[in-house]
């Protein structure tokens, strides 16, 4: 449901870019301390710094036909199972969606 989400969100970032190339790229790995990270990047138009504190909050969205509870649904499941979820904007453009979680191994 998270990573869907994600890539719906992204997807929808994108629409409106004009020429540019779309891009939406999912990725894996485990981190450091043995989390399971995901990542979905997108080449739309990034994170308003102003809104970045707020992408998570019930009822707060960013689009004109959002309910504004996707991504705090998908911050609820992942704290749920022990993970946390962030936003930022990539270096060049568009903003990653990142989210851990324990590894099934840590989860015992």
Same mark, same amino acid.
């Given at each position: 449901?998270?990573?869907?989400?994600?890539?719906?969100?992204?997807?929808?970032?994108?629409?409106?870019? !004009?020429?540019?190339?779309?891009?939406?790229? *999912? +990725?894996? @790995?485990?981190?450091?301390?043995?989390?399971?990270?995901v990542a979905v990047q997108d080449s739309g138009p990034g994170v308003?710094?102003?809104?970045?504190?707020?992408l998570f909050d019930a009822f707060f969205t960013t689009k004109a036909?959002?309910?504004?509870? !996707?991504?705090?649904?998908?911050?609820?499941? *992942? +704290?749920? @199972?022990?993970?946390?979820?962030?936003?930022?904007?990539?270096?060049?453009?568009g903003a990653i969606f990142q989210f851990s979680l324990p590894s099934?191994?840590?989860?015992?």
């Open positions: 449901q998270v990573l869907i989400n994600l890539v719906i969100n992204g997807i929808q970032a994108m629409a409106d870019i !004009g020429d540019d190339p779309r891009e939406l790229l *999912i +990725e894996s @790995h485990r981190d450091s301390d043995g989390q399971v990270v308003d710094p102003e809104s970045a504190n707020r036909e959002g309910m504004g509870m !996707g991504l705090s649904i998908c911050r609820s499941i *992942i +704290e749920a @199972h022990g993970g946390q979820v962030w936003a930022s904007n990539n270096a060049g453009h099934i191994s840590d989860a015992s």
